[in-house]
């Protein structure tokens, strides 16, 4: 809990993905469902989506630590410019945006630019997001950009202790 007088951290982090395919094979991916296909260890729950997958205004949840759900809203969903964007709420740890777009490079290369903003919602977090955090949003930068490209490649999941 923070203190009345206390401020929340804000602070952004970004990375650059290449993926080695088409950008209408690697969009798609971007999403709860199909995320399950290519990331070994996901998990959701989806609580509304008129469609069944992602688009704008979609809800759903992941576990967290064991603890509360971690609720994703789908802000932003555009095909056309292949564009997403998530809010995620961890009740009583932090807020995130998560900014995606896309760019065709070639017909097989894929520029996928991922932006996370961060807001601690306790002083914990906010030591956290200021002190640590860099080091696991790197890591975890590299491990969603491995494996996306290995099911890109091979048609199936990268088992993360292979990693």
């Known amino acids: 809990m923070m203190s009345p007088k ?32 290519w990331l070994d260890g996901w998990e959701y729950r989806m609580i509304y989506s008129k469609s069944g997958v992602v688009e704008e205004n979609c809800v759903f949840a992941t576990p967290h630590h064991g603890e509360s759900e971690t609720i994703w809203h789908v802000t932003q969903h555009d095909q056309e410019r292949y564009q997403i964007e998530f809010v995620r709420l961890t009740p009583g740890e932090n807020v995130v945006r998560i900014n995606i777009r896309l760019e065709a490079v070639s017909e097989n290369k894929t520029y996928t630019y991922i932006t996370y903003l961060y807001t601690g919602l306790n002083e914990k977090q906010n030591h956290y997001i200021q002190n640590q955090l860099v080091n696991d949003f790197n890591s975890s930068m590299l491990w969603w950009e491995t ?17």
């Open 6 to 37: 206390s401020q929340s951290t804000q602070k952004s982090f970004s990375y650059i993905q290449t993926n080695i395919a088409s950008i209408d094979k690697v969009f798609p991916l971007l999403c709860p469902v199909r995320e399950k296909d």
């Open 147 to 163: 494996a996306i490209n290995y099911y890109l490649k091979n048609g199936k999941i990268l088992k993360k202790d292979s990693f």
